[in-house]
């Protein structure tokens, strides 16, 4: 049973790991090297759960037990005595690397040594190891105590029975496991990377902009934010650093080709919300650019993204990364998608999906737009993905 778990990192996402644990009863250390980091840690969950009281979703004898099931620790040794580890640290393989072979020494065997890295190798990371079994990786989203899900992804040196006990810890911390293959992006950085792709791709060959393109995702798809406000969320840096390093990864497949757009606002300092500017103006009396409401583009827009991320579902499925079930739960879980994408086909209509991508392609013949071998055996058979 695991009841002792171990934080490295107290920054915003081991903070929310730490949170998720103890909520669930678990002796929790957060660990750090740096003590304001600790201290500042410590104060902001104070303030959390303060404001979950006055939401009336704790009372205060609930936020003095999860306060109390957390202690902040500058030593890896203090972690000594973890049933389960899992670090948050920066997406750097090299001090990953360097902080996994130091911890191995302080912990039992049986411990089981987890990563939260949401792109890099589990099987690199677990090389590091002198029991690479005891390596899995257990990728939060942000915040987590409010995503509901989780990634759980073996290497293939983890064992069965770590991978096993991982799920069912994190499914006993009251959170949606999918697994997924240890390859790039896992399912959600993988699968949702056409909504930030082929939305500037319209961009780029003038077909509309920021503000029509998100208008048209959001009013027709019901997506809770358009792919331009979300990459101004996200901040630029962060999410153009993730599709090069998937587009790398991948051997540099078309599909994930990084846009020179989203590089140059990047390059311009022009980050989204942190840095008061983005895709969109973010100082004060600024007006909201007006988006061309008209219905046709709107269709037009909204089904070219749709089916582009429909179709990078159905590879997901297609390359065995993860089942139909874990795909549709990561994206409606992960990055609250209205439907899942798989769902979504369905009801869209295979035949639907292989047509929008054929005539794509026949358009630009790129290979960014090939249609997913199982879709069209799919279409031959007449069959569905549910």
């Known amino acids: 049973m695991i ?47 303060s404001r979950l009281i006055e939401k009336d979703r704790i009372d205060s004898d609930e936020k003095d037990r999860i306060q109390s099931n957390i202690s902040y620790v500058d030593s890896l040794k203090d972690l000594a005595d973890s049933n389960l580890t899992i670090e948050a640290i920066i997406e750097n393989l090299d001090i990953k690397k360097k902080v996994f072979s130091e911890l191995e020494t302080y912990v039992s065997d049986d ?7 949401s792109s890099l190798s589990i099987a690199s990371i677990a090389a590091s190891l002198n029991k690479p079994e005891r390596c899995v990786g257990i990728h939060f989203f942000n915040p987590a105590p409010l995503m509901k899900l ?42 949702a990377r056409p909504f930030y792709g082929e939305a500037l791709r319209i961009y780029e060959e003038g077909i509309a902009d920021f503000a029509t393109i998100d208008w048209s995702l959001k009013t027709l798809g019901s997506f809770r934010m358009g792919p331009f406000e979300l990459m101004d969320f996200i901040g630029n840096d962060i999410n ?45 009396k600024t007006v909201k650019p007006v988006p061309n409401e008209d219905k046709v583009l709107a269709q037009q827009i909204f089904d070219r993204v749709l089916v582009m991320l429909i179709n990078e579902a159905a590879d997901a499925l297609f390359l065995n990364i993860a089942s139909a079930e874990d795909i549709d739960n990561a994206m409606t879980k992960g990055v609250n998608y209205p439907k899942g994408l798989l769902a979504w086909a369905d009801e869209k209509g295979i035949a639907w999906c292989v047509q929008m991508l054929d005539d794509l392609y026949n358009e630009y013949h790129e290979d960014r737009y090939r249609c997913s071998p199982l879709m069209r055996k799919m279409n031959k058979e007449n069959k569905t993905f549910f």
């Open 3 to 49: 009841n002792k778990v171990g934080i490295i990192g107290s920054g915003t996402m081991g903070s929310g790991i730490a949170q998720v644990a103890a909520a669930s009863g678990c002796t929790v250390k957060l660990y750090d090297t740096n003590q304001a980091a600790l201290d500042k840690a410590k104060s902001s969950l104070d303030k959390i759960l």
């Open 111 to 117: 411990c089981i040594i987890a990563s939260n890295t």
């Open 150 to 191: 989780v990634e759980v992804i073996p290497a293939i040196q983890t064992s069965k029975e770590v991978l096993e006990k991982s799920v069912q810890t994190i499914s006993d911390w009251k959170k949606v496991v999918a697994v997924a293959k240890d390859t790039p992006g896992f399912i959600v950085n993988r699968v």
């Open 240 to 284: 153009y650093t993730v599709t090069e390093t998937v587009f790398t990864a991948f051997y540099f497949d078309p599909r994930y080709k990084p846009a020179f757009t989203q590089k140059r606002f990047a390059e311009a300092g022009y980050l989204g919300r942190k840095s008061g500017k983005g895709y969109y103006d973010y100082s004060e």
